[in-house]
Antibody, heavy 126, light 110 residues
């Protein structure tokens, strides 16, 4: 059974940093592209970042570019999101999500999310 | 606002058929696969439709997806109370080099 378990959320002051982790099990982690997606309380979903299976291709949403860094450790079956210079508008539930298998290049992608974790809440407030 | 456009709400009575639309452009829906997700209150999104019209195992055949040009639709027939949830469409966008979502549609079963 595919399982994705996020951790590392919490309360942080504006300008602060936080590192989220996602522990994967039930599948061959090193084969799959992974993502972070967030959801502001009571609102819709926003894709945050994408990392290919070998970490060779990484994308970020414009809203987090330059502040957030996605990474993975295939030996530990883990996905990470380092979040710096946090703002109030970064307050959200952060989900890790697995891509289904399909074609992705350095410029385009024909895949989508097939499994999601339960999410971890990040609150940015003084 | 969201790159993909969905109606904020939809409703139907038990047994009815409802459709939820998702409108985009040539850089996303027009050239990439559409995925649909169901989010029950207080839970993570769950995959409902992948690659425009494919159902994962476990999703009933009363749920279907379709696409034409730059628009996609999710249809649920034989509506049940447990279908009451938020529904989101998503696709890759070549212009933005990333994934985009619709704003979500809250489905109410009357």
């Amino acid at each position: 059974e595919v399982q994705l378990v996020e951790s590392g959320g919490g309360l942080v002051q504006p300008g602060g940093s936080l590192r989220l982790s996602c522990a994967a099990s039930g599948f061959t982690f090193s084969t799959y592209t992974m993502n972070w997606v967030r959801q502001t309380p009571g609102k819709g979903l926003e894709w945050v970042s994408f990392i290919s299976s070998s970490s060779s291709t990484i994308y970020y949403a414009d809203s987090v570019k330059g502040r957030f860094t996605i990474s993975r450790d295939n030996a530990k079956n883990s996905l990470y999101l380092q979040m710096n210079s946090l703002r109030a508008e970064d307050t959200a539930v952060y989900y890790c999500a697995r891509d289904d298998l399909g074609y992705c290049s350095s410029t385009t992608c024909y895949t989508g999310f097939d499994y999601w974790g339960q999410g971890t809440l990040v609150t940015v407030s003084s | 606002q969201s790159v993909l456009t969905q109606p904020p709400s939809a409703s139907g009575t038990p047994g009815q058929r409802v459709t939820i639309s998702c409108s985009g452009s040539s850089s996303n829906i027009g050239s990439k696969y559409v995925y649909w997700y169901q989010q029950l209150p207080g839970t993570a999104p769950k995959l409902l439709i992948y690659r425009d019209n494919q159902r994962p195992s476990g999703v009933p055949d009363r749920v279907s997806g379709s696409k034409s040009g730059t628009s996609a639709s999710l249809a649920i027939s034989g509506l049940r109370s447990e279908d009451e949830a938020d529904y989101y469409c998503a696709a890759w966008d070549d212009s933005l080099s990333g994934r985009v979502f619709g704003g979500g549609t809250k489905l109410t079963v009357l």
